[in-house]
């Protein structure tokens, strides 16, 4: 019997259809739990004994570790919009904190709902730009994929927080922010029994980010008195032991929330195919150094955990210590771990063959911070490379900054820059980041130089997509500086 074009293209398309909704059901889930401003060395499993994570150490003891886990731009929406992208900073735009990601960028989450994954987004967003508060993003482009939604703008109101589902009305929670965001996350998480695509979900909670203030119950547990801290420590102003315990204190109550997430997976039976990556978008320097917050080249500021489980293809309780794992890798390789080729807009690399066969991976990072913020002590722009053994930064000009020995000096507390012994390092280090420079289609002219994240100028008065956008904007309103 002969059927018509019409039904023989409804039928292919039928049969189309099927076999890629199989082919989503056969996908991994994939859950990315991200707090805000956790550096690597506040984390039980990764060398520090004073502070309290067994759930982020159980993760950790059945999964992977991966030591080299740095952020790329350590501060928080240039950081978001390169895991989401796949793209460093001067590619996507997003050179400045508090600007908006165009809506047309290539997304991680996008990507993952046009292979069939149901997505959901908890937490801080901070990629919208404009005023902060009161925080809505209304459905559609500038959610970048994610269809699922319980989340603010940004607000670092860690008690009684605000945010929005689909609609403007505010919900108050009424806990603090770290249990709060676990409840959506566990909701979302229970409908998985009526939904079965496959899914992404990413927590991203604000604490441990300052200000530093955990709950009673959370805080009783660290003695500021007790607290020994790193040797490159020096006591400023709102870096001391207290503030110490208080952001200890934070990390803990993130745990507790991730164990309720985990423990989730398991009653549901859905930690078998479900890869869980446990990061951070940047550290906290805490007074090492006698610096304060990120932006900087230092290891606080630029190492975050990295902690990666899928139970039957990652080997429990293995470390990698070479390969290194940048925020401009995450969405890259997490879309090859799933079965999905990565758009040829992202710029990272996948190490799926790193963390799946022991393969080589990337053996160096690229950083970058593109202006001042005299709210952190951040002097310039400037650009840097780490790889195994030395760490070094630069601003334009070629203008040597920082250059450490790790192997010698863990806590970078010798700078060699302008040292006669170190010229054959400093050379050949500054060659990496020229290399690393051509490499991505970095340029010096990216930076800026105006005060533009001082005072909260790029966002209070209105959203902006570039920095050169605001500037032209103030030229005409002078007033509001």
Known sequence: ????????????????????????KQRPNIVF?????????????LGNDQVQTPNIDRLASQGLIL????????VCCPARSILLTGQYCHRNGMVANDLRLREESVSFAKELSKAGYRTGFVGKWHLDGGPRLPGFVPPGERRQGFEY????????????NTIFR???????????????????????????KSDQRPFYLTVQWGPPHDPYKAPEEYAQRYDPKKLRMRPNWRETKGNGPEAIAQYYAMVTAIDDAVGRVLRTLDELGLAENTIVL????????????????????WEESIRVPGILRWPGKIKPGTRDR????????????????????????????????AILAGKRGPESAFFQIFGPYAGDGTPEGWRGVRNGRYMYAAFAGDRPWVLYDLEKDPYQMRNLVQEDSAKKVRAEMQKQLQRWMEKTG??????????????????????????????????QNPSAH
């Not at 965001?181 to 409908?191: G, I, M, P």
Request: glycine share 4%; charged share 25%; aromatic share 12%.
């Open 1 to 24: 019997m002969q059927i018509s074009r019409r039904e023989f293209v409804a039928a292919s398309t039928t049969t189309a259809m099927t076999a890629g909704a199989a082919a989503a």
């Open 33 to 45: 739990l991200m707090p805000d401003q956790h550096r690597y060395h506040s984390t039980g499993c």
């Open 67 to 74: 030591e080299n886990t740095f952020a790329n731009t350590p």
């Open 149 to 160: 939604w319980a989340a603010n703008q940004c607000s670092h109101l860690h008690f009684r």
């Open 166 to 192: 689909d609609t403007p009305d505010p919900i108050v929670l009424d806990k603090f922010e770290t249990d709060g965001y676990a409840d959506y996350a566990v909701e979302f998480l229970k409908q998985s």
């Open 278 to 297: 446990y990061a951070s978008d940047h550290g906290d320097m805490l007074g090492s150094q006698g610096e304060r917050l990120k932006r900087k080249p």
């Open 322 to 353: 070479r390969t290194f794992f940048t925020h401009v890798d995450f969405a890259p390789t997490l879309l090859d771990l799933a079965g999905l080729q990565p758009p040829k807009e992202m710029q990272g690399q996948s190490i799926a063959p």
């Open 442 to 475: 970095d340029r010096w002219d990216f930076n800026w130089s105006a005060p533009v994240e001082d005072n909260a100028r790029l966002f209070k008065h209105r959203m902006f997509y570039s920095v050169s956008e605001y500037l032209d904007w103030a030229k």
